[in-house]
């Protein structure tokens, strides 16, 4: 079993930033995702890092966001800057090899 924290959630107004920060259990050097999911919306992804250090971004955050890893302390980032009221979601961390989720970090953008 690998158990996925995030931290980092909260409330910002528009055009402020927020970092999320996701702590494994057990190694996070594998492919690992944020997706997001807003209120009566569909789950989306918004990030992805590979076990190689690749990354790639959804449209909708690219430009904005950046996931990054420190593999010393298991943690994966999602720096989200230039936050719009339509990046309002719940944020969950994902780790690929195995589909292990974390229960999710809420990001509140008032306008």
């Known amino acids: 079993q690998v158990q996925l924290v995030e931290s980092g959630g909260g409330l910002v107004q528009t055009g402020g930033s927020l970092r999320l920060s996701c702590v494994g259990s057990?190694?996070?050097?594998?492919?690992m995702d944020w997706h997001r999911q807003a209120p009566g919306k569909e789950l989306e992804l918004v990030a992805t890092?590979?076990?190689?250090?690749?990354?790639s971004y959804a449209d909708s955050v690219k430009g904005r966001f950046t996931i990054s890893r420190d593999n010393a302390r298991n943690t994966v980032y999602l720096q989200m800057n230039s936050l719009k009221p339509e990046d309002t979601a719940v944020y969950y961390c994902?780790?690929?090899?195995?589909?292990?989720w974390g229960k999710g970090a809420l990001v509140t953008v008032s306008s």
């Open positions: 994902h780790r690929v090899l195995g589909d292990y």
């Open positions: 057990r190694s996070i050097l594998t492919d």
């Open positions: 890092i590979t076990s190689g250090g690749s990354t």
